[in-house]
């Protein structure tokens, strides 16, 4: 199960040739009383996992915390000396039936850090299945006897973030916690066309706005970045055909005109949020007025780095 995760050089797994523009180390740790590395961040399609486990008899209760603790010991020396693998998505994967009576403080704070730990619960037939595991596991982790592609794929959810500067916006799938994208605020006002650059020159957009959910999002990173102003741009403009687009290039239909908006005035024609109003109602503005933004960025994720 575990060797099958791993790319043979043809098939778009893990691949682990450090020399690959994009690659994983895995690493891998048997658990029982206590835990035993088996690869150190060093597994190859070449390497096997034949012979190199077997069941320990008489164990009680299997350690979930220490071979955790081992595993962070690896995560951790991982990134000594390796500035490029600074931002590197950090993922505990759990194959296990067992679950754990011990405190779990410590993955907890590994969890709340942004980082991921996968559970994959193995029963044998005639096993109970052991709710504890489901508290292990990150939000939408926990799978129940999965094969290696369900597992592949909670990789490559697991590896779709916000570096640390800024704030993640989920989507529909709450495993994914940057579908949204990753968004950054400033709170110096600036006219619209300067928003425009200072995200463009960044590698983003001004941010857009398709639901009430994310207005809510974008009003609370400018309360989070203490902006002063009412109002904040969005990535809407009226072009010179009289039509509004999105810098997203989205045709989402959705709107949150404030009673009278669109200006009609030939002057009005990018749109701000105003969160003086309850529903954080749009208005459309001369460009010129000086307002704070929100960038847009990709989330890092497989295959994207440049983030």
Request: glycine share 6%; hydrophobic share 35%; net charge negative.
């Amino acid at each position: 199960f575990i060797e099958s995760f791993i790319s043979d050089g043809f098939d778009d797994f893990l691949v682990t040739n450090t020399n690959a523009p994009f690659y994983t180390r895995v690493g891998v740790i048997s658990m029982s009383d206590r835990a035993e590395v088996i690869y150190n961040l060093n597994m190859t399609k070449t390497d096997s996992m034949q012979g190199k486990v077997s069941i320990k008899k008489g164990v009680k209760e299997i350690n979930v915390v220490d071979v955790f603790e081992a595993a962070l010991i690896m995560l951790n020396y991982g990134l000594n000396g390796k500035l490029e693998r600074a931002i590197a998505r950090q993922v505990v994967y759990y194959i296990t039936d067992s679950d754990s009576k011990t405190n779990l403080q410590s993955l907890d704070e590994f969890k709340a850090s942004k980082r991921v730990v996968i559970v994959n619960n193995f029963l044998q037939e005639g096993e109970v299945e052991r709710p504890a595991l489901k508290e292990l596991a990150s939000d939408g982790y926990y799978y129940l006897n999965s094969d290696y592609m369900q597992g592949l794929q909670a990789f490559c959810k697991a590896n779709c973030f916000c570096k640390s500067n800024k704030d993640a916006y989920n989507g529909a799938d709450p495993t994914i916690k940057a579908s949204g994208g990753c968004y950054h605020p400033t709170s110096a006002g600036v006219p619209f066309n300067k928003a425009k650059s200072a995200c463009s020159n960044e590698g983003g957009i001004l941010a857009a706005n398709h639901d009430d959910v994310k207005g809510r999002f974008l009003q609370q990173l400018m309360t989070k970045a203490s902006a002063k102003s009412d109002y904040f741009w969005m990535g809407y403009q009226k072009s010179d055909d009289g039509v509004w687009r999105w810098e997203d290039k989205s045709t989402d239909p959705y709107t949150n005109w404030d009673v009278n908006e669109p200006s009609t005035a030939s002057v009005s024609k990018c749109a701000y949020e105003d969160r003086t109003t309850p529903n954080l109602a749009w208005a459309a503005g001369n460009f010129q007025l000086g307002f704070p933004y929100v960038c847009e960025f990709r989330p890092c994720s497989a295959g994207f780095k440049d983030c």
